[in-house]
């Protein structure tokens, strides 16, 4: 797999504070952006793989929803995560 252990671990510890720290809001669009990043990266290559397109867009719509409630319920620590990441948003 793409992500193993290791690289998921450096993501948590980067964005959730800790390496064990897999349920913060943080840490889980840190690894949703690194999984859709892989995706589009694949989607380039394999243009007609519909099943990897319906699962990016899947992605898309959980980040989308975990970016909503951060705005929600702290914008500080919304707008950080999306300067780190450079996302649009």
Do not use: P
């Not at 007609?48 to 620590?77: F, Q």
Request: proline residues 0%; charged residues 35%; aromatic residues 6%.
């Amino acid at each position: 797999m793409y992500l193993d252990q290791k690289a998921k671990e450096k993501i948590f510890k980067k964005h959730g504070g800790d390496a064990k720290n897999t349920g913060s809001a943080e840490g889980q669009i840190a690894l949703f952006t690194a999984r859709i990043n892989h995706l589009t990266e694949h989607l380039k290559n394999n243009r007609k793989d519909y099943n990897t397109e319906r699962s990016l867009v899947k992605l898309v719509g959980k980040r989308r929803a975990l970016l909503d409630y951060l705005t929600k319920k702290d914008i500080l620590r919304y707008r950080a995560i999306v300067k780190e990441l450079g996302l649009r948003k």
